[in-house]
């Protein structure tokens, strides 16, 4: 795409969850609508489209139809099979693209891609067979975790291994499936920066936030993060590396391990993320009209805010708190419209502002 | 109405322009669905609701079906025909309520209530006759403003007179309706106060913004207002008054003119108000979800705001300046998704962050 999409304009998003239906909500303060696809009924998202296509994602005439309603297409989730993109991309731009897909699918893939690019990594090895594992725990050593290499998220799909001897059972529990052994990385926080790139290649990022997890889950994020000056700009610079990189097109969410000897970068999603939330109630262009603008070519915002904050995942049932924390009217509700609220379950998220930024 | 709504639970809105569509938008932050009703085929509400409802406000059957789907009903504008209200109130709560919308509906009711609750209003007097006109030529004086007592908006159904003689051909103009004759108000500026009262009788308003309006349509509201303290507290207090009289539940935009002798009400609205739309750039909860929250029986926000703020209305094809708007990451941008800009049709609004509050 050459010219800004105009307004009237229809933008295909794949998935129909709490992402997919903030992107729409997002969309519409630009005059863009959505058409929203998703496998299963009455996804979120559903309530505050424009249409929704209910099909799998081997429903070639499904897919063709629902590219041919829309201008361009983009994602709220990046395991989306390789068989829909081919369809797809055929039909219609699908930002941010294949390769970023490609590369954050797998995890082996993405640390390569990440020391490639001079970044720092947790020590990893590949581990495809009984052999490669005994050589991974030789190299990367215990502590380590073992990790699927594609359709982990929220900490499901890895095993701690506390000795060598975990290493066989832990594999086998993952299904002998490919994975990667991570090596322990000794650090203070995490922390993560949601950064933006344009079709013609401006680079925006939001400030860092700083996550806290739970059972595996996001927790918290709190603006801003503890950072030095040197810290903060060097997480600015290497998120800028990797969109440009991958020729990105649209927000990506990079998480980062703060060490005594540097940043070290242990993913990235190429997509809006749960860490990015905070926008919402911190920024005049949050990170889903960010993610918007930039597949639909218009202009990125500045990653300003006018306000900190603290994002607070509810989970499960968290969300019936929201009663007792709708009477705080410094706190920005945002439920998902999810019926039922499943142990583990994101069902929402609240946005505390803490002050001026 | 007793316990809040709950998550998960159906708005029905009554009308699909932009400001239905700013409701559903609002409400699904809540975890809360809409429906709306609107004769008009793709109204641009639907562009963002979980369901439409495409029939006239005549269809008793159409009516009847809205109603039992949703939980309590709400509408966008004030000119609801009674017997659209007849059939949906004896199914299910509409607010804010049917003396409300009496009151506001008739210019004439309209100013007998403020008077009566000791409010100043323009000099004014009631016209129905030819006999009446002149009457009222004579005790109002000119210049004044000849106004249809019904179905007035954004300057129309309204003309000034400059002399005695202009009256006779004015009301002509007016078809010879019920009209009331305005007296003219030497006023310094306009200002608007966004209140809202919850069903337990609990009122907040934003503070008040300054209006500027171009060819009778709203062009700009600015906040802070120019107001002196007492001012301020003057405003907020006569809203209190006119929502507690009215028994109100929902957001109400009252206008006012600023005079050497006093806070003069020119006219209330009903339902959420252009002049408070930039409380959606503004605050952390805005006067949309504030709506919702009074109406779904959730408490209200404060009506704090983190930023200064000027709102600008895009008319017609001055919606073509978005492209350059978009451009300036101060501008919040906030398009209706309407297909034809015509001439004086509102097709979205800007929020301008000004500075810290």
Redesign the interface.
Known sequence: MTE?LA??STIGILGGGQLG?ML??AA??????CHIYEPSANPPA?????CVTTAAYDDTAALRAFAESVDVITFEFENIPTGALDVLEALRPVLPGRTALATSQDRLTEKNFLSGLGLMTAPFANVETADDLLKAVETVGVPSILKTRRFGYDGKGQIRLKSAADATAAWAELGNTPCVLEGFVDFSHEVSVIGARAQSGEVVCFDPGENVHRDGILHTTTIPATLTTAQRTDAVILTGRILNALDYVGVMGVELFVTPSGLIVNEFAPRVHNSGHWTQ?GC??DQFEQHI?AVAG???????R??NVVMTNLIGAE?ND??AL??D?????????K?EAKPGRKM?HI?R?TG?A
Chains 1, 2 share one sequence.
């Open positions: 800004p307004p009237g239906r729409s909500v519409s303060s630009l005059g863009l609508k559903g309530q505050v489209a424009a109630n005049v262009i603008r218009w202009p990125l915002g500045d990653g300003h006018h306000s969300a929201v009663a709708s009477r009217a410094s706190v920005g509700i945002h439920l998902y419209g019926a929402g946005n502002i001026p």
